[in-house]
């Protein structure tokens, strides 16, 4: 058994123990569908960096790895939509700018997943793509996605319109 600074965890079991550090209270939209899906991700992305960084080999954490990178490749794609859907029904005025960073992200996400699995599961490669998703996610939860916060906030309409 491992030892870590979010529980214990057993050798290829590292879904017990993430119990979402990353998350801050602050990065609320006040939106329950798309807090909720903001949570899933940063416990997701959490995970995943925990396999990264765990001691195992790395041919032990490929199985954890490749079905992070599946859920992301649907999950990112689901909670994009339902947040796009939210920004047109308050009318939000950076809803293009917002969609095309969104778009850059699933892009990103399917041309990693490709390399992936052409390089033959490339430990660097993860390791690169975990750090930029964890920056990624952050910077664009507490920055982008407040601005839609702060716009409904501004308009008057709640997370429930």
């Known amino acids: 058994m491992l030892k870590t600074k979010v529980g214990v965890k057993t050798k290829n079991n590292y879904k017990k123990g993430v119990n979402n550090m990353l998350w801050k209270d602050k990065y609320e939209l006040g939106v329950p569908l798309i807090d909720t899906q903001h949570k899933e991700l940063f416990r997701r992305v959490e995970s995943f960096m925990q396999v990264l ?31 796009e859907e939210y920004q047109q029904s308050i009318n939000y005025p950076g809803y293009e700018a917002h969609k095309e960073v969104h778009n850059g992200m699933v892009d990103y996400v399917k041309e990693v997943s490709k390399q992936y699995e052409n390089s033959n599961y490339d430990e ?29 906030l501004k308009k008057g309409v709640n997370g429930n319109d």
């Open 53 to 83: 960084r765990a001691e195992d080999n790395w041919d032990e954490k490929i199985p954890q790895l490749n079905e992070t990178l599946e859920f992301m490749k649907r999950y990112v794609v689901e909670h994009f939509r339902a947040e």
């Open 124 to 152: 660097q490669l993860m390791q690169q793509f975990g750090g930029r998703l964890l920056a990624w996610l952050i910077n664009h939860v507490a920055a982008e996605d407040q601005r839609i916060a702060d716009y409904a």
